[in-house]
């Protein structure tokens, strides 16, 4: 139900996956809606997203766009009339650079609606062109999910220093479910090593899954320490739902993996890494992904694919973690021996390190921060366009 003194927040969010992006900006959403706020959505109709949208009793508005014209950089388009035909839209929070030049140009003339961007990934350098500087000053505060990010967007886009926040992931630490709950019963597997990894519900297609299943076999022909693997993978939706699923089953037979691959589908991800070994990202659009800091905090050893940010985590908290090169199965078999050889100077190292990771990602911190923009980024159009 709408509370028509509130303010209107749109969320726009045109992916179908769920991953760390997904995740995090879903988690804006609930919080602004806790804290009071009218929220809405747009985002494709039939994802992932939206279907959580609705079990809170969140308005989607569907999420349709075209080319403006194929020689421009920012080329999605999507238009607000139907979000401001339900009411006067406070803030716009998006998490997609190719949209700032239809956003941008569309609240030219809403002077006291706010512009929000969460941005997760490297600026390219045509935003500095000319021709973007009226678009990049519209926005009011640029959120940067890591802040190895903060260079890079100074430099890039010129914002002042006041509109550019990092203030962690928001990552809630979360207790271990009840095994009951969980289809599969770990307790028959605790003489394994057991990785696990997430398998997003927009996955199209499983060539990142490959490379683990390679070194698995490879793995469990050594039996380092005595100990065979098994790799968990892990889903909110059911597998039978994924169209990868017919090529993923013929791989695992063809490696003979049938007995060592476990599927396991909840809606609740940390409390299957709660009981896991190691954990493996291979997602490589994303810098960090926030189930491998969930797992940290959890004083579980990661091995994550190498990027500029990863690298200075993995340096930050040194013996938390390896990296590797994406799709190099034979270097992600060779740091998943390491972990099993060195399990515990591994998990002393996550237990030294999981509260400075914990703080820098603190919930409490990401909530009371992100409320805290929203209503300075209002109160400010507001004083400098109010009517005289």
């Not at 997430?198 to 469990?220: D, Q």
């Not at 090169?325 to 034979?330: E, L």
């Not at 099993?340 to 390190?353: F, N, P």
Request: aromatic share 12%; with cysteine; net charge positive.
């Amino acid at each position: 139900m709408r509370n028509k003194h509130a303010r209107n927040i749109l969320y726009i969010l045109p992916s179908r996956g769920w991953n760390t992006k997904e995740r995090f900006a879903f988690r804006d959403l609930v919080q602004a809606k806790e804290h009071g706020y009218n929220v809405m959505l747009c985002t494709y109709d039939d994802s992932f997203v939206a279907k959580l949208a609705r079990k809170l009793e969140i308005e989607v508005i569907p999420y349709r766009h075209h080319f403006i014209n194929r020689f421009f950089s920012f080329h999605r388009h999507y238009s607000l009339k139907t979000a401001f035909k339900k009411g006067h839209l406070d803030i716009v929070h998006f998490y997609d650079f190719k949209l700032l030049f239809s956003l941008s140009f569309q609240l030219n003339r809403h002077h006291t609606t706010a512009l929000i961007i969460t941005q997760d990934n490297i600026i390219d350098k045509p935003l500095q062109r000319f021709w973007y500087r009226p678009l990049i000053s519209r926005i009011d505060s640029l959120i940067v999910a890591n802040k190895n990010l903060l260079q890079d967007v100074i430099g890039n886009l010129g914002l002042p220093l006041k509109k550019v926040e990092y203030f962690g992931l928001g990552i809630k630490y979360e207790e271990a479910i009840n095994p009951l709950q969980i289809a599969i019963n770990f307790e028959l597997y605790h003489d394994y090593f057991l990785a696990g990894t997430f398998i997003s519900p927009g996955l199209t297609e499983h060539s990142h899954i490959t490379p683990m299943l390679s070194a698995l076999k490879v793995i469990n022909e050594k039996s380092p320490a005595g100990k065979k693997s098994k790799l968990v993978l892990i889903s909110p939706i059911e597998f039978q739902a994924m169209p990868f699923l017919a090529n993923l089953m013929r791989d695992i037979q063809t490696n003979d993996l049938t007995e060592d691959v476990l599927f396991v589908t909840t809606q609740d991800i940390i409390g299957v890494i709660c009981r896991l070994n190691l954990w493996i990202s291979h997602t490589p659009e994303e810098l960090i992904e926030d189930y491998a800091l969930s797992a940290l905090i959890h004083e579980i050893p990661v091995i994550v694919a190498r990027n500029f940010c990863s690298k200075d985590l993995i340096e930050e908290y040194e013996g938390v973690g390896e990296t590797y090169k994406i799709f190099d199965a034979r270097e992600l078999r060779d740091k998943w021996e390491k972990i099993i050889l060195g399990q515990a100077v591994y998990r002393e190292k996550t237990r030294l390190y999981k509260f400075f990771i914990e703080r820098e990602h603190s919930y409490k911190t990401y909530k009371s921060q992100l409320m805290n923009i929203y209503s300075k980024s209002v109160q400010r159009r507001v004083r400098l366009f109010r009517k005289k």
